[in-house]
């Protein structure tokens, strides 16, 4: 792609602009463990619902997920995003007040108050083992990957480049100057996407030439036995998925826990419902629309439909905003698990296993560290994933967090459910999660991944219920109690949640 000087300057100038706003929103605040970690627990609604949904989208999706628009799972991807709606607004009224009242810094610091510290440490070393091999290398390789596509830049050096944006105000500013940066790459993300699916759709010849052209890619329900995403891995494991997700899942939650009031908490994950429904308009279709454009192009690489889309359809001027947007959803999703698995290591690991006595200042410099050491080594893994047998990053991303998903749910679902669960329990299911997973993966290989996980998941409840038998405990925990904050749900927040969960509905209806 040939870019002009106002492209140019558009792309550096966004970045400038974005990380001069987050360090400046976040000055001064940084140097305390709760500021740092938490923004001061004083994030409004607004602001957590978008920083939620710039963490969230990323090459992950606008790679990832258009590449499997454009191939063959088509519209039946966007059930990532739209569970994740229902499942997002349905969390913020059941678990989030529990994480609320309990004042918790992080997720793995809920399971030391309801099982033991052994419980803690083995989700805080998984949870940032997942984060660093996986999520944040994905994310790196598939950023580097569509500056390579654009540019032609070297792909290892585009993987540096990024991974060095996001960790240097992630580093300095904390989770404040993460979730200021994500408040403008948040929204430029959403528009540029919107604006490359009319840009899109006017090449396709409108909405009826596209539909006709792609009906059998415009469903939903893909059959049973689709190896792809069938609908019972949809109805049955991808659940499990989105609990963790929404609700368990620390480079998401730390927004929630990070809220000034449990309103805006709700409100924000509400919010982000809202924005998610963007997603199959803003991410999927045009991935569709790529590969209906330029089918020669994306038969072998269908994860390059949306830098193609990109690179072919845009006019001078709009590249280097389109860029900047997509270069700004990758350093947006680095930021946050950089973030998050510097938050859960320090605190989770080594404040609570070998410093308990730190300074808060010595805590601040350990997670600032950290994100430099993790960033460095998601930086040396990314370019691996080139290797064509992981299966696309899409693919890679979600079946490798299989082997955390049924375990960690198991944990926390069974927990609050079931309370005299012992702690032997809630160990048992961190532990054999991962094992079952694994052993359904290498000898279960005619079944979905999602489906794997709903069996993982069933068995590690059913081993719970069966030590909960046979050694349970005389009295249930009682977890700490913040007593600044009102729990009281606001019923204007329940009906637009309401109103977010029926306008999936409808979405289904439709593309049924």
């Not at 994310?139 to 990957?145: A, E, K, R």
């Not at 694994?438 to 409840?461: D, E, K, R, Y």
């Amino acid at each position: 792609m040939v870019l002009s000087l106002f492209d140019w300057i558009l792309f550096i100038g966004f970045f400038a602009a974005v990380i001069s706003f987050s360090l400046h929103k976040s000055r001064g605040g940084a140097g305390a463990e709760e500021d740092y970690f938490l923004a001061g627990r004083g994030l409004p609604w607004w602001l957590i619902g978008i920083s939620i949904v710039a963490a969230n989208i990323s090459t992950e999706q606008f790679v990832g997920m258009a590449g499997q628009g454009a191939g063959a799972v088509g519209l039946a991807v966007s059930w990532w995003q739209l569970i994740g709606s229902v499942g997002i607004v349905l969390i913020a009224f059941t678990l989030l007040p529990r994480f609320l009242k309990a004042g918790i810094y992080t997720m793995p610091e809920y399971l030391e108050y309801r099982y033991n510290v052994v419980a803690r440490s083995i989700f805080a070393i998984l949870t940032v083992a997942i984060y660093v091999v996986v999520l944040l290398t994905a994310v790196l390789f598939s950023g580097g990957l569509t500056l390579h596509t654009i540019f032609n830049i070297d792909l290892s050096l585009a993987v540096w480049v990024i991974g060095g944006a996001a960790a240097f105000y992630t580093a300095i500013g904390g989770l404040k100057a993460v979730a200021y940066a994500d408040l403008i790459q948040g929204i430029a993300l959403l528009v540029g996407g919107l604006l490359v699916f009319a840009l899109g759709l006017n090449a396709c010849g409108g909405w009826s030439e596209f539909y006709a052209a792609n009906e059998d890619k415009l469903h939903m329900v893909l059959p049973a036995d689709d190896a792809n995403l069938p609908w019972t891995g949809v109805m049955g494991g991808m659940w499990i998925v989105l609990i963790y997700y929404c609700g368990l899942n620390q480079f998401i939650v730390q927004r929630n826990l990070a809220a000034k009031t449990l309103r805006d908490g709700q409100l924000g994950m509400v919010f982000a419902g809202g924005l998610w429904l963007l997603v199959p308009f803003a991410i999927v279709m045009p991935g569709i629309m790529a590969f209906q454009l330029f089918p020669g192009e994306l038969a072998e690489t269908p994860d390059k439909a949306y830098p193609t889309l990109i690179a072919n359809l845009l006019p001078t001027g709009l590249r280097g905003f389109l860029l900047a947007a997509l270069a700004g959803a990758i350093t947006s999703s680095l930021a946050s698990m950089l973030n998050s698995a510097s938050t859960i290591f320090t605190l989770d690991v080594v404040q609570r296993l070998f410093r308990k006595d730190a300074e808060q200042a010595q805590l601040v410099w350990l997670g600032r560290i950290m994100v430099l050491v993790f960033v460095v080594i998601g930086c040396l893994l990314a370019p691996m994933l080139a290797d064509p047998k992981f299966g696309g990053v899409f693919q890679f991303i979600q079946q490798f967090q299989g082997y955390i998903w049924p375990g960690v749910v198991a944990a926390f679902v069974f927990g609050m459910i079931v309370k005299k669960a012992p702690p032997a329990a809630g160990v048992l299911a961190l532990v054999a999660g991962p094992i079952l997973y694994g052993v359904l993966q290498a000898f279960a290989t005619n079944i979905h991944f999602l489906l794997q996980v709903l069996i993982a998941f069933v068995t590690v409840c059913a081993l719970m219920a069966l030590v909960t038998i046979v050694s349970p405990m005389r009295e249930p925990k009682v977890l700490p109690e913040r007593k600044d904050l009102d729990l009281e749900t606001d019923p204007k927040v329940k009906v637009l949640g309401g109103a977010v969960i029926l306008a999936v509905v409808v979405f289904v209806i439709i593309f049924w």
